[in-house]
């Protein structure tokens, strides 16, 4: 009887190890993605209204791939991110919606057999922030 109870701790405790790292990675994995996505919404601030709106400079939609541990011997670089970028018209409907662009991050990662993926989306205005008028009080 003690050895069933025991072998069913065992068990239990493997198990509960498993299930640990299994969330630990997928944080990690999430974290990165995070972390890419946060990275490319920083970039894009860097262009100008012409670069961003013109197809030949940055195409549309854009596809890159990162992977996650990439200094990794061949076949144990981790997981691959696979990105994509679209500029489309805003949704608004004031009249400066003519503008501004919708730019939107999507990546995209399989982790053991499930696909997983996150998105960004921002407004990139013609005339950015410093052009706004705040009136001094």
Known sequence: ????????????????????????????????ATQILQQYSEIIRLYTWDQLTNVNFLPHPFTTNWTFYP????????????????????DLLEAYAASTKKVTFTLTW??????????????????????YYIPSP
Request: positive net charge; proline residues 0%.
């Open 71 to 90: 200094i990794g011997g061949s076949g144990n670089q981790g997981v691959t991110y696979t990105g994509t970028l679209s500029v489309d018209n805003s």
């Open 1 to 32: 009887m003690g050895i069933l109870i025991m072998s069913i701790m065992f068990v239990t405790l493997y198990a509960g190890f498993t299930q640990g790292f299994g969330v630990v990675q997928g944080s990690r994995e999430n974290l990165r």
């Open 110 to 131: 399989t982790s053991g057999n499930m696909q997983h993926q996150r998105q960004m989306t921002t407004l990139v205005s013609e005339y950015g922030l410093h052009k």
